[in-house]
C-alpha cells in the first residue's frame, strides 16, 4: 500500500501568512493526489485535485504543486476561515489512503 | 442539490453486525463509483471501500477486508456499507462521499455526507 506522510503534523500561522504543507509518497504517484481542508464537525471539502487543479468555488489563495512523491499545497495570504486541519490523498491504486493530517491554528 | 445523508449507525457489541446507508439525490447515482471513509474520534481520514458504478467492482482496505461489504441499489439510490464482526477499532464516523472523473482523472471526493456514528463497545 501507499503510504502519504504530511509535514509538519501542526503549524501555528498568522492571518496573512503563506503557509505550505508537505505531502510525500511511498511510491511515485504520479499526479493522482487530492487536497482537502475539513473544520471541526464538519465533513471534509475537497480544495485540488490531481495535484494542481482547483475544485470549482475554491479561493485562489489555495494551490497545489508537485508530481511523483513529494506535493505541497500553499495557501497565499492565510485568512481566519482557514484555520482547519489539512489531509492529502491518494487517487492511485487502492487502497487510496490519506495523510495523516496538517492541523493549521491561529498563532 | 446534491445530497447524500447517511443513517443506520449506533451503539454496538465488539462481534455482533451493522448495516449503513447512505441516500443520494441530486445526481445521476449510476454514473458514480461510491466510497466510504471513516474517522475514529479525533483521528484523522481512513478509506474504507469503493463501489464501481455498477456494482461491478469492489475494494476494501485491509483493515475492514473480510468484515465488511460494499453494496448499492441503483434503483434506490442507495449505497450500502454491512459491517460484520465489528471491533472497537472500527468506532468511527462513517462518511459516504462521491468520487468525480474528469477528462479520464479521479479528482477526489467532491461531495460528503454528514456521518453515521458507529460506536463498538460492550
Known amino acids: 500500500d501507499i503510504q502519504l506522510t504530511q509535514s509538519p503534523s501542526f503549524l501555528s500561522a498568522s492571518v496573512g501568512d503563506r503557509v505550505t504543507i508537505t505531502c510525500r509518497a511511498s511510491?511515485?504517484?504520479?499526479?493522482?493526489l487530492a487536497w482537502y481542508q475539513q473544520k471541526p464537525g464538519r465533513a471534509p471539502k475537497l480544495l485540488i485535485y490531481?495535484?494542481?487543479t482547483l475544485q470549482s468555488g475554491v479561493p485562489s489563495r489555495f494551490s497545489g504543486s508537485g508530481s511523483g512523491t513529494e506535493f505541497t499545497l500553499t495557501i497565499s495570504g492565510l485568512q481566519p476561515e482557514d484555520f482547519a486541519t489539512y489531509y492529502c490523498?491518494?487517487?492511485?491504486?487502492?487502497?487510496?489512503?490519506f495523510g495523516q493530517g496538517t492541523k493549521v491554528e491561529i498563532k | 442539490q446534491v445530497q447524500l445523508v447517511e443513517s443506520g449507525g449506533g451503539v454496538v457489541q465488539p462481534g455482533r453486525s451493522l448495516r449503513l446507508s447512505c441516500v443520494v439525490s441530486?445526481?445521476?447515482?449510476?454514473?458514480?463509483?461510491m466510497h466510504w471513509v471513516r474517522q475514529a474520534p479525533g483521528k484523522g481520514l481512513e478509506w474504507v471501500a469503493v463501489?464501481?458504478?455498477?456494482?461491478?467492482?469492489?475494494y476494501y482496505a485491509d483493515s475492514v477486508k473480510g468484515r465488511f461489504t460494499i453494496s448499492r441499489d441503483n434503483s434506490e439510490n442507495t449505497l450500502y456499507l454491512q459491517m460484520n464482526s465489528l471491533k472497537a477499532e472500527d468506532t468511527a464516523l462513517y462518511y459516504c462521499?462521491?468520487?468525480?472523473?474528469?477528462?479520464?482523472?479521479?479528482?477526489?471526493?467532491?461531495?460528503w455526507g454528514q456521518g453515521t456514528l458507529v460506536t463498538v463497545s460492550s
Open positions: 511510491q511515485g504517484i504520479s499526479s493522482y
Open positions: 490531481t495535484a494542481s
Open positions: 441530486g445526481f445521476t447515482f449510476t454514473s458514480y463509483a
Open positions: 490523498q491518494h487517487l492511485s491504486n487502492y487502497p487510496w489512503t
Open positions: 462521499a462521491r468520487v468525480d472523473l474528469k477528462y479520464g482523472y479521479y479528482t477526489g471526493f467532491d461531495y
Open positions: 463501489i464501481s458504478y455498477d456494482g461491478s467492482n469492489k
